[in-house]
């Protein structure tokens, strides 16, 4: 059966981890001769900007002896309303994954159901599985296994809040959720992450001895006819100094980038020692390196 990567629950706690320990594992070794994906090729369907997503997938392939397309709605006949079925088809005829980045999960579902190779999301309405994958790596690499641990999401409970949520059933962590009212996170996925997740009143109760602290923009791609709406609803939301000595003096800030200095963070928390964005984005590469050989049956028995 082909697996698919379309919100990180789809994996389980055992996958999950095994990845993010395979991740680790690849970036520690480096090898240049371990080249799994030779002769493969990754299609990379993009309907919304980046760069972390483009450039990890794009690179990562290439490393590992594969090939990557990036392929833009607008220079593809998907931009001309060609149909996903279709799309999906004719591309995993020709090639050995796809990553698509859009607005709707459920086109995402829809291209799945007719790909005969796995398709990964990279980002969604809904959903940032591999964005996860790499920050649980950075969170093993830099404090040990989230196991047992608190995290605090302060912020707009949007696509990487989601599988934030995932990530707690999946890793065994505890999420306290701090969002304006109207910007919550989805209760279905809520609900689903069970008592693991908490959803609290204000920013400083979710950030009190955490482990590790997240925040995200408060403007999504797609919603920029709202910033002026969220810059107010989210006031007093900043990832700021005083909010991060309410965490563990150890904690850890982690943000998926881009980021927006001066509004969801301070310059201060983002460049200052607590602040480990840098190794979160490398790992993007790692995560879906070992995501990929997983997906394609390829990950080496331990
Ligand atoms: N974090 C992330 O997905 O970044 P990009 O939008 O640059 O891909
Ligand atoms: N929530 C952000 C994440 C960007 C990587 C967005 O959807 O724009």
Redesign the pocket.
């Given at each position: 059966m082909t697996r698919h990567l379309l919100k990180l629950s789809d994996l389980s706690a055992q996958e999950a981890q095994g990845i993010v320990e395979r991740a680790i594992a690849l970036k520690n070794s480096r090898d240049p001769a371990y080249r799994p994906f030779i002769g493969k090729t990754l299609a990379m369907l993009f309907t919304?900007s980046?760069t972390?997503?483009r450039v990890s997938f794009e690179s990562g392939m290439v490393k590992f002896g594969g090939h990557a397309l990036f392929l833009s709605a607008n220079a593809t006949q998907m931009g001309r309303d060609e149909p996903l079925r279709d799309t999906a088809n004719v591309l995993s005829r020709m090639c050995d994954a796809i990553m698509i980045r859009n607005d709707s999960q459920a086109d995402q579902e829809e291209l799945a159901r007719h790909s005969r190779v796995p398709v990964i999301n990279g980002?969604s309405?809904l959903h940032?599985p591999c964005?996860l994958l790499a920050d649980m790596q950075v969170w093993t690499e830099h404090r040990g296994s989230p196991k047992g641990k608190t995290a605090a999401w302060i912020g707009?409970g949007?696509?990487?809040c989601h599988s934030f949520i995932e990530a707690a059933q999946l890793f065994d962590f505890k999420l306290k959720i701090a969002s304006p009212k109207g910007y919550e996170p989805a209760q279905e996925i809520v609900r689903a992450g069970g008592s693991r997740i908490e959803l609290v009143a204000d920013a400083a109760s979710a950030a009190a001895g955490a482990d590790v602290v997240i925040t995200?923009?408060w403007?999504?791609?797609?919603?920029e006819a709202e910033t002026q709406r969220r810059l107010k609803a989210f006031a007093g939301y900043q990832v700021d100094d005083a909010l991060m000595k309410r965490a563990k003096p150890e904690a850890i800030f982690l943000h998926?980038?881009?980021a927006h200095r001066g509004e969801e963070v301070s310059a201060s928390v983002i460049d200052g020692p607590q602040s480990v964005i840098y190794d979160e984005a490398e790992n993007r590469l790692w995560a879906q390196m070992a995501l990929v050989e997983f997906l394609l049956g390829m990950t080496p028995k331990a």
């Open positions: 919304k980046s972390r997503t980002l309405n940032h964005q707009d949007n696509n990487v995200d923009t403007t999504s791609m797609g919603q998926c980038l881009p």
